[in-house]
């Protein structure tokens, strides 16, 4: 069945930046709707950052807007977030997640989606 596992996750200090990936294999990497989430502890998962691939739209939570992006490279059937001006409240476990939904009206709820990896953790110091 379908694995996504994350990379790129890691310590810096505010203002820096990473890039994580997700690898995803067992099927085509062709779901409609690619996204990334972060949890912390004790807290509710929340969506970051996600992808249409039907026609390459991306939206992003207000909190990570104008500083991380995320793209797609179908060849190597991988997502990635780049994270920019890091902070200090953007650490986290970072999730990728894929939807079998072809119709979302909350893409950044993580109740749409169907297929999670296993976390990368991120963590900003100040």
């Known amino acids: 069945q379908v694995q996504l596992v994350e990379s790129g996750g890691g310590s810096v200090q505010a203002g820096g930046s990473l890039k994580l990936s997700c690898a995803a294999s067992?099927?085509?990497?062709?779901?409609?709707?690619m996204c990334w989430f972060r949890q912390v502890a004790g807290k509710e998962r929340e969506g970051v950052a996600v992808i249409y691939t039907a026609v390459s739209e991306s939206r992003y939570d207000e909190s990570v807007k104008g500083r991380f992006t995320i793209s797609r490279d179908n060849t190597k059937n991988t997502l990635f977030l780049e994270m920019n001006s890091l902070r200090p409240e953007d650490t986290a476990m970072y999730y990728c997640?894929?939807?079998?939904?072809?119709?979302?009206?909350?893409?950044?709820?993580?109740?749409?989606?169907?297929?999670w990896g296993q976390g990368t953790q991120v963590t900003v110091s100040s």
């Open positions: 067992g099927y085509p990497f062709g779901s409609d709707w």
């Open positions: 997640a894929a939807s079998k939904f072809r119709t979302l009206s909350k893409p950044l709820a993580s109740g749409n989606y169907h297929y």
